[in-house]
C-alpha cells in the first residue's frame, strides 16, 4: 500500500553481533570455509573475485563511528572477493553525525544495501541497528565484544596446528572486549583461558560465568606468570583503546603484564603469540616477542579477510 513503511521480511535474519549468535557449529564451518577459500586464492591478486563469486551483486554498508584499518580493509576486501563491494559511511560525513536515529538510519540502509556492519561504542548501537534493519547486521567492533576478530584469532590458531577443545590461552593485560569474545569462544570450543589483568581491570563477569557454565577452566589472577605458565597461545591488545582517559594510571597499572620474552619462556616452547593490532610496541609487548619467530600478528591480520569472507556469507545464509 502507498505510504506504508511495513516490508515483508521474510525469513529470520541472521546477524552477527557477537559469537553465540551463529553458536560453535556455524563457526567451526566458517573456519573450514576460510581454509578452503584462503587456500584456493593462492598467488592471485587481492581484489580478484573467488571462482564461484557467491555474493556477485550484493553490497556491504559500513559505518565507522571509530577509527580503523583492518576492519575497513578487510570488509572491502573480503566483499571484492565474494564478488560484490562495500561503500563507508562515518560519523563526520553522514547524517549520524548530525543527529539521525539508529533506527532510521537501519530502516534506509535496508533498503538500499544487502547487510550494514558497524564499528562503535556503544554495543547498544548495534543492537538497536539490527533490530530496526531488515538486512544481516555485523558488529565490527563494540566496547563490548570484537567477534570478527576472534573468528580470525581461532582461524590463525587452527592454521597453526592448534586444536581448539582443550588448548590453554593466557591473556594478558586489559579484560577488555577482545577478551570478552574470547571467553565466549571458550565456551563454544571448550578450551581453557588464563586471565592475567591488573586488579580492577578484570573482564565482565558475565564473559567468564559463559565460559564457566560451558565447561571451561577461566582462571583469574593478577599474576602475570601464572597466567603464562604452561599457555599454548599467548594474546594481549593495546592497554588504553580509542578514547579512554586516565591514560597514565592504567599503563602503570599494566606495566608488569607486559608480553616480554621472560613470560613468553613460561609458555610451551611452541607457544604463538597474537595480537589483534595496532600493537605498541614497548608498552603491552616487547619487541623481541612482537618480531620474534613465536609471533603470528600477521598471519592473524591477512585472517581478517578470510574470517570476514566466512561470516558475510553465514549472515547471507550460505554457510552454516
Known sequence: MAGGN??????????????????????????????????????????????????????????????????????????????????????????????????????????????????????????????YAHVPVINGLTDRSHPCQIVADLLTMVEHG???????IAWLGDGNNVLHSILEAAALFKFNVRVGTPAGYEPESEFVEMARSAGSKVTLTNDAGEAARGADVVVTDTWVSMGQDHADAKLAAMAPFQVDTDLMALANQNAKFLHCLPAHVGEEVSEAVFEGPQSVVFDEAENRIHAQKAILLWCHGLIG
Open 162 to 168: 592448534k586444536a581448539l577443545p582443550g588448548l590453554e
Open 6 to 131: 511495513a516490508l515483508d521480511l521474510g525469513p529470520a535474519v541472521r546477524n552477527f553481533l557477537d559469537l553465540s549468535d551463529a553458536g560453535g557449529n556455524a563457526i567451526a564451518a566458517m573456519l573450514a570455509d576460510a581454509q578452503d577459500r584462503k587456500a584456493a586464492r593462492a598467488g592471485w591478486p587481492k581484489g580478484k573475485p573467488d571462482a564461484d563469486a557467491p555474493l556477485a551483486g550484493h553490497v556491504l554498508g559500513m559505518i565507522f563511528e571509530k577509527n580503523s584499518t583492518r576492519t575497513r580493509v578487510s570488509f572491502d576486501i573480503a566483499m571484492r572477493q565474494l564478488g560484490g563491494s562495500a561503500l563507508i559511511l562515518d560519523s563526520g560525513t553522514s547524517q549520524l553525525g548530525r543527529g539521525e536515529s539508529i533506527a532510521d538510519t537501519a530502516r534506509v540502509l535496508s533498503r538500499m544495501v544487502d547487510a550494514i556492519m558497524i564499528r562503535t561504542d556503544d554495543h547498544a548501537k548495534a543492537e538497536e541497528l539490527a533490530h
